[in-house]
């Protein structure tokens, strides 16, 4: 679906001026206003009956706007007089101050979406909002969520709801107060981060939600802006929650959680004196078959075995590859990064997982590994790594991120197999974990 900007971005100007020669001057003169012709697909309310819509988009992706939008298409009717669909809105941020700022005072808030014949009237004393048809607007803060005790609305929009302080109270009063008219509904505009609350109202029935990243609105946002934000976050788990609008799920009692992560990707450099490539491949080769884990690790193992510091550099990862295809693949990554070895578990295909590889390029040095434990188990000792801040990330490992904040305690919590997971384990316990006793010694190892 294209809006009216795309298509006049795109347009002949003979084109362009056909249509604006038909239109009348009133048509003209309200044009800008009319939201429908301007928006981006993610901007406009889904069709359908629901009690709650989230606008979950990364950092400049036009939420703001949105929201603002819908609050003027539920509160104005035909004419400025005219009811709309709601009289009674809460308006509710983090802060009072950040709703008054963003929500009603800002470059894409209520006031300056609004034409000048429907633009309400700001009382600053009252927090509150005043339109002209008797609608009103009030303004409320989550670090009070008590003062939603009492007052009933028909319509609201919650901004940034990720970030609130107290944020499952604050909305279990909304949901008390949002009890007028024949059907309340709200908005919610978020950049989205792992809280229970924004995953509860996602689980929620009625609920829908639309989604775009930043790149979406790139034609109201500035160029140099768009090429700092993806060459500094691009690529990391941090850029796909804030750039990409993507909700990074941290599982209860994560042996990885997002804290690490983020301080693994702020790690100083490790120059490694030895890479390895390590492999988890998988059972089948279809296109629904599990992907093949191949991740790239380099270790400064200068000094003793505990002021070793690895660095994880590439993620080679492909889904669907036939055993040749992924064998390809990690040779050439070992060229790649001049690897010293390659790790490959053998628990699937035994013998001929190495023939595999060997049928590829013979003289390559392959690591047959085991898995006798499991993955939980061998994921322990590595995760220890990360806490002891000896672990650094690269860029371009928000998959394999994204699986590490899904294994737990009580075991692997999300779709699939973690088979970059699996393969990030293998590569560090080759470097990092067997003691340096045993490293280079011939035959299968098990863990």
Known sequence: MRSGADWLASALPGEIDEFLGGLSDNALRALPWIFDFWALPHQLPPEGAWKSWVIMGGRGAGKTRAGAEWVRSMVEGDTAEAPGLARRVALVAETL???????????????????PDRRPKW???????????????QLFSAHDPERLRGPQFDAAWADELAK????????????FGLRLGDNPQQVVTTTPRNVAVLKAILQNPSTVVTHAPTEANRAWLAESYLEEVKARYGGTSQGRQELEGLLIEEA??????????TEAQAAAEVRPLRVVVAVDPPVTATKKSDECGIVVVGA??????????????ADRT?????????????VAAMEEFSAERLVVEVNQGGDLVAGVVRQVDPLVPVREVRAMRGKMLRAEPVAALYEQGRIAHRRGLGDLEAQMVRMTRTGWQGQGSPDRLDALVWALTELMIVP????GQPGVRTI
């Not at 709703?99 to 979406?113: K, P």
């Open 97 to 115: 101050e950040q709703a008054r700022e963003v929500m009603v005072l800002g470059e894409s808030g209520i006031l300056a979406c609004s034409p």
């Open 123 to 137: 009382i600053a004393s009252r927090n509150r909002l005043e339109w002209v048809n008797g609608a009103v607007a």
């Open 164 to 175: 609130w302080p107290k944020a499952a109270e604050t909305w279990d009063q909304l949901q």
């Open 252 to 261: 209860e009692g994560a042996l990885w959680s997002q804290a690490m992560i």
């Open 300 to 313: 400064d193992t200068s000094g003793a075995p505990g002021e070793w510091r690895a660095v994880v550099m």
């Open 318 to 330: 492909v889904r669907g590859a036939s055993p040749d295809g992924w064998a390809r693949a990690a």
């Open 436 to 439: 340096s006793s045993r490293i």
